[in-house]
């Protein structure tokens, strides 16, 4: 079964997510907005994706699997795109 976030835009600064009500992450998806009504100040900021080559492997990875992973190290993978990251390099992804 697959289960998507169906739109995700920024509207006049507002975060816009709308999605499916069968959504596995429905709950997550409201904790989300429920955080953003309260009173601090905070930005989201979009990064490409060729940008940040931790969360893009982090994603592929994530999208062959179907089960829950929780990642509390740094995998074997990982440990030159971190430092790809933080050397602000931007990748081509293929």
Known sequence: MIYTIME????????????DSTY???ALVNHIRNLFTR????SIQHIYKEGNCCADLL???GS???KLVIVD???PFLILALL?????TLHVRS
Do not use: E, H
């Not at 995700?8 to 999605?19: A, C, P, Q, R």
């Not at 009173?39 to 905070?42: L, V």
């Not at 790809?84 to 602000?88: L, M, R, T, V």
């Open 39 to 42: 009173d601090w100040n905070f």
């Open 64 to 66: 062959s699997s179907d």
């Open 84 to 88: 790809s990251d933080a050397c602000c």
């Open 8 to 19: 995700n835009k920024m509207v006049n600064g507002t975060l816009v997510i709308l999605y």
């Open 73 to 75: 190290q740094c995998p």
């Open 24 to 26: 596995i992450y429905a």
């Open 59 to 61: 994603t592929r990875k």
